[in-house]
């Protein structure tokens, strides 16, 4: 007699809509790009590991800062997300400030407005052994002016910020110095923050003797010059290294100029890699100056991968600034969605102030804690160049440290992220990435995906608890999206078992008194059930394997 055979086929599925994409999904291409602190070049952190530098490249950077958000900014953002929840529900302003009181800045705090006509100025330096490449004007055209279309979106400074805040931050008025060329070598310069900052002096000094005004830039009257750019010739010596792209407080703070003392400067590259004078780092260096974070891992070692895979000006892909860090900055509202469930639109975040921020139970808990963002990121305006369209999710965190002074999570250096990208397709691939940019299509919200509590990745919090956020229905209508928003989304996350069978022969499959033999079979249990299967050949056919899980005993699948 002849046997036939089976072979079992077992999907487990956590939720059965999601992972039929996510397990089918297309074949996406991971994008990588160069680096724009600025982060570091590809294999550029091997390199400087293998020369024995890495770590004290690490430490300065840690020390230069450019990796934390303004605490002040962000602690306000939130308590007037909390203030408009109250008073919606009929609080009187006196009531408001009881419960959720405007933080007061800190001692001498200041940092650039982030709205109004914003007055800045570039300072251009080089040296005997390294004349500049790039004319005044020429750079001047790059931050103030209209730039090169063809470099959209980073045809200029200007340009980028105002498509970005949506008209409300303007450098229209600025001036470009220079060029200063310093006596000497660029050798000469002594490699240490204050040896940077005499070459600074050393030019403005120059210019302040030509009668250039420096008070012009003082844009809210605090007695502080907000920010300037500083491009110097010559090349650069890597990540983290003196001659690189960074944003860095001015040391010396009894210097004055026309009764102004400095605050911040980007120090930036002329000429890297036969880019002539990089926009992207301009651009990318002035959203340190408005109060915003690098989003990219500093130290590999420390924690999951960065956490935004990229997708952001202050990471390396570039693109727009996200919603997250607009809100931060004043330039949305996005819509409060704190209990119930609501269908709403978002139109493209590259042109429309639109987000949507589900944080449960805002207006009685805890105002530092979890919450998302949603923003449309479709291809349009600054993010034209981003590998998909759809839902992009951010999961922020907000905790604070123990003393309730500063925020506990950055995405740099912590044990998980400030804010968190929630890959769609559940692969986590950008934690599995060094420095964490491996973003691809794949992570985008699309027609018919969910992230709730019981799809991978799900909306729970980092303790494990129910966050009660859903987001579904998710429907792409040309450039807008429709979805339903629900902050109160509860359910038990069990686990579904669906077995099929290959083969000629004939048989069934048994678990937990239940019988499958007309294939396939679609069984659920409750979370942390142990399953048992064992299979019951037919008379004339005998089971051969099992498929899609390798924990086998004998002929039983656990």
């Given at each position: 007699m002849i046997k036939k055979v089976i072979s079992v086929y077992l999907i487990f599925v956590m939720h059965i809509l999601f992972l039929s994409w996510a397990w089918i999904g297309g074949d996406y291409q991971i994008i990588k790009y160069s680096?724009?602190?600025?982060?570091?070049?590809?294999?550029?952190?091997?390199?400087?590991?293998?020369r024995g530098i890495l770590q004290s490249r690490i430490e300065y950077a840690r020390e230069v800062g450019n990796y934390k958000i303004d605490n002040h900014l962000f602690k306000t953002a939130i308590s007037n997300l909390k203030r408009n929840v109250l008073q919606s529900k009929g609080m009187n302003l006196n009531e408001v400030d009881n419960i959720a009181p405007l933080p007061a800045p800190p001692l001498g705090w200041s940092t650039m407005p982030s709205t109004g006509n914003i007055k800045i100025f570039g300072l251009l330096i080089d040296f005997n052994d390294y004349p500049h490449v790039n004319s005044k004007e020429d750079i001047h055209n790059k931050i103030f002016g209209e730039g090169n279309p063809e470099n959209f979106p980073y045809e200029s400074v200007k340009n980028y910020y105002s498509r970005s805040s949506y008209g409300v931050l303007n450098f229209t008025e600025g001036a470009t110095l220079g060029w200063y060329r310093h006596n000497g070598n660029r050798s000469d310069i002594q490699q240490t923050t204050p040896g940077r900052d005499n070459l600074i002096k050393e030019a403005l000094n120059y210019f302040n003797s030509q009668g250039h005004d420096f008070s012009q830039y003082d844009n809210d009257g605090d007695g502080y010059i907000d920010y300037f750019l500083v491009i110097w010739s010559g090349p650069v010596d890597g990540f983290s290294g003196f001659w690189w792209g960074l944003c860095h407080g001015f040391s010396d703070n009894n210097f004055l100029l026309d009764g102004k003392r400095f605050r911040k400067y980007a120090w930036l590259w002329e000429n890297q890699y036969g880019d002539p004078a990089d926009i992207k780092t301009m651009i990318h260096e002035t959203g340190h100056a408005l109060g915003l974070p690098d989003y990219y891992d500093y130290n590999y070692t420390i924690g999951p991968g960065g956490g935004v895979g990229g997708l952001d000006i202050l990471a390396e892909k570039g693109g727009d600034h996200n919603s997250f860090s607009k809100w931060v900055l004043g330039w949305i509202t996005p819509t409060l969605v704190s209990n119930g469930a609501q269908i709403l639109t978002l139109s493209p975040s590259g042109t429309s102030p639109d987000a949507i921020i589900i944080w449960p139970g805002i207006a009685e808990g805890d105002i530092f804690s979890e919450f998302f963002i949603i923003q449309n990121r479709y291809r349009i305006g600054n993010d034209k160049d981003y590998p998909n369209d759809g839902l992009l999710i951010w999961h922020v965190n907000a905790s604070l440290n123990y003393d309730n002074d500063n925020f506990l999570y950055d995405n740099s250096y912590t044990s998980?992220?400030?804010?968190?990208?929630?890959?769609?397709?559940?692969?986590?691939?950008?934690?599995?990435?060094?420095?964490?940019?491996?973003s691809n299509a794949g992570d985008y919200y699309t027609s018919g995906k969910i992230l709730g509590p019981c799809t991978v990745p799900s909306s729970k919090g980092y303790n494990g608890g129910d966050s009660y956020v859903e987001i579904s229905n998710i429907f792409m209508n040309g450039q807008q999206i429709n979805a339903v928003f629900d902050a109160s989304r509860v359910e038990s996350c069990g686990r579904t078992l669906v077995v099929n069978k290959s083969g000629s022969g004939t048989g069934g499959v048994v678990s937990a008194g239940r019988n499958c033999t007309n294939y396939p079979c679609t069984w659920r249990y409750g979370q942390g059930f142990m399953v048992t299967l064992r299979p019951e050949e037919d008379p004339g056919s005998s089971f051969v394997k099992w498929s899609g899980c390798d924990d086998v005993k004998d002929k039983s699948v656990f």
């Open positions: 680096y724009a602190l600025q982060p570091p070049r590809p294999g550029e952190i091997e390199e400087l590991e293998k998980h992220k400030l804010l968190r990208l929630m890959e769609a397709d559940g692969l986590e691939e950008i934690e599995g990435d060094i420095g964490g940019y491996a």
